[in-house]
């Protein structure tokens, strides 16, 4: 099967998903008696709405080409940085640091993706980033709170720039009888995060009776945790015919997947706790911001791209 | 929509939301919004929030030394923004400062203002100048509605030259109640807590 051919399948298979969900949206909907009821299943209906969205725009992208899609997690960087600097005191001497992040750091991260230059890729924020930064920050004079803002920011970009960014390099990647078809592995890559993150939300919602972390997260339960990571490593495994994995092999990488995206959401759930705030942004509805629905994606990401460009 | 219009919606949207919370339901009703001040962006930011059906019913107040300078701003601020500008060095006044405001607002059209009549540093804006309250007393029936711009003095601090990306909301509250005999001292005050108590 071409990776195109795949690609159509795969589609499928998410269409089917979404008009399933849609449905048993709609008939919730009709049932639901009490308000607290309704207003549960008026967000998951409008999260349902969103994943329509999501999808259309990345089917798009995809058959766009490699450059459509290093500009649409450009665009994510983006706003989710965005999202990040919005909810993080700064002060008029960040001024110029900022403006290097927005408009050249994530121009330069996906470019170097677009130009096949792995070696600065994987330096340009930890390292290079990382220094000039600060300096430049240093040069407006203001040393009130100056590590903390120059933590925040590098952490800033470090989450929303550099970890998002390694979702589109799994296009660097050579992997021997795989050629052309890297942009399935970005598709199998977010179908486990996203799929973690649902089933996880349903499994929550149908069992979840204890708390995991209450103070960090008021809707990770154990009883979610379990059986939406089983069944998402499941579902991944299941789609080792998109990947260059064997069964068993996508069953560990989905497994990897699960695991680094659920810490991600955790760690970046007490990161929102730290700032005050419940949700990330406003921007995708019923998800909260571009943040809540790509945390677990930045943890996941960097893990499976370099498992997979170490063992395959 | 023109072309232009639509781009620098496009462009405030991108870079700072300038999506609008109202606290009522807004209404065509004439009205003056006046908000706390900023930066450079703060009038196309209310303009954006207003939307498609409030947005060529508002005419933005801008100052002459700074929005009639330059092709493209100039361009920007007669044709796309139809604003009204007022001068504020006294070289270039004759009579009433007020008085294009007051012709605009005869004509019917509402007016986007900022009382401070400069652009501030922080969160909370600086004592307003009497320019609302003279155009309150002038026109009993328009609606006084406080805006408030959240961190638009994140974005583009005073002396910066671009703008970088923050979530920008702006906040309409509900109109001013009007008093009758109110001292303007007063009504200054009152106003501009209106915009305090939206932050």
Wanted: charged share 15%; glycine share 8%; net charge positive.
């Amino acid at each position: 099967m071409s990776g195109h051919q795949k690609f159509y399948w795969l589609m499928g298979g998410v269409v089917t998903l979404l008009l399933v969900a849609s449905l048993v949206g709609a008939l919730l909907a009709a049932r639901a008696r009490t308000e607290a009821a309704r207003a549960v299943i008026a967000n998951l209906n409008s999260r349902i709405r969103a994943w329509w969205v999501m999808v259309g725009i990345f089917a798009v992208a995809f058959l766009a080409g490699p450059i459509a899609t290093l500009l649409l997690f450009a665009c994510m960087s983006f706003f989710a940085l965005r999202e990040f600097v919005t909810l993080t005191p700064t002060k008029p001497a960040d001024h110029v640091p900022l403006f290097l992040c927005f408009f050249v750091l994530i121009p330069l991260q996906y470019a170097l993706i677009g130009y096949d230059w792995y070696g600065l890729f994987a330096i340009l924020i930890p390292v290079y980033a990382f220094l000039i930064l600060p300096a430049v920050a240093a040069l407006a004079g203001d040393p009130d709170r100056f590590l903390e803002r120059s933590a925040k920011l590098q952490w800033a970009v470090m989450v929303t720039v550099y970890c998002v960014s390694y979702t589109p390099a799994l296009l660097l990647l050579h992997i021997p009888g795989y050629e052309g078809q890297d942009a399935l592995l970005i598709f199998f890559l977010l179908l486990v995060t996203q799929m973690s993150d649902v089933l996880q939300y349903v499994f929550g919602k149908l069992l979840g009776r204890t708390l995991l972390a209450p103070t960090v997260s008021p809707s990770k339960t154990v009883e979610g945790l379990i059986g939406g990571g089983l069944a998402a490593t499941a579902v991944g495994g299941a789609m080792y015919w998109i990947t260059p994995f064997s069964p068993l092999e996508a069953l560990g990488m989905s497994f990897v997947i699960v695991v680094m995206g659920f810490l991600g959401g955790l760690a970046l759930s007490a990161v929102k706790r730290n700032l005050g705030v419940k949700d990330w942004g406003a921007m995708i509805e019923g998800h909260g911001g571009m943040l809540d629905r790509v945390d677990s994606l930045s943890f996941a990401a960097p893990v499976f791209f370099h498992l997979t460009r170490y063992f395959f | 929509m023109k072309p232009l219009a639509a781009v620098l919606c496009g462009v405030m949207r991108t870079l700072v939301g300038a999506h609008a919370r109202w606290q009522e339901a807004p209404t065509t009703a004439q009205s003056i919004y006046f908000a706390n001040h900023t930066s450079h962006m703060d009038t196309l930011a209310i303009w954006a929030a207003l939307g498609p059906r409030l947005r060529p019913l508002a005419r933005p107040v801008a100052a002459r030394d700074y929005w009639d300078r330059g092709a493209l701003r100039r361009y920007v601020a007669r044709k796309v923004l139809n604003v009204v500008f007022v001068e504020r060095m006294k070289e270039g006044r004759e009579g009433d400062p007020l008085a294009p405001l007051a012709a605009a607002l005869a004509e019917g059209s509402s007016l986007i203002l900022f009382p401070e009549g400069t652009r501030g540093t922080g969160p909370v804006p600086a004592a307003f100048r009497s320019g609302l309250y003279n155009l309150a007393q002038r026109f009993p029936a328009v609606r006084l509605v406080p805006v408030y711009l959240e961190n638009m003095h994140r974005a583009m601090p005073k002396g910066t030259f671009v703008p970088i990306p923050v979530i920008c909301t702006v906040r309409f509250g509900a109109p001013l109640e009007r008093h009758a005999d109110e001292a303007r001292e007063a009504f200054l005050e009152r106003s501009r807590a209106a915009v305090v108590a939206l932050a």
